[in-house]
Nanobody
């Protein structure tokens, strides 16, 4: 069993930055693939980025490529999402997810956090 807790969301002006954190409990974190997804009001949940256990594979959605960076610290059971040059369209609830395989669709992930709100004002 893995429990995920996100933090770091908030209100920021366009062009600003935020760093989200996701702390995982459970012994299998270091071998788990981790993903970030987001869901804006009235929209479907969408993939943002993911990272494999070693950090060597990090796919990104085109909409965030070059602005967002995912990383992980296995010693701290934590995955991070550094978000720079934020835009109003990045406003959403951001969810952390963990699974056995790396993927860009939600269904491959077994565990989900409760989400953290990110609001970008124009």
């Amino acid at each position: 069993q893995v429990q995920l807790v996100e933090s770091g969301g908030g209100l920021v002006q366009a062009g600003g930055s935020l760093r989200l954190s996701c702390v995982a409990s459970g012994r299998s974190f270091s071998s788990a693939a981790m993903g970030w997804f987001r869901q804006a009001p009235g929209k479907e949940r969408e993939f943002v980025t993911a990272i494999n256990w070693s950090g060597s594979n990090t796919p990104y959605a085109d909409s965030v490529k070059g602005r967002f960076t995912i990383s992980r610290d296995n010693a701290k059971n934590t995955v991070y999402l550094q978000m720079n040059s934020l835009k109003p369209e990045d406003t959403a609830v951001y969810y952390c997810a963990a699974g056995r395989v790396l993927g860009v669709v939600g269904r491959v992930y077994d565990y989900w956090g409760q989400g953290t709100q990110v609001t970008v004002s124009s």
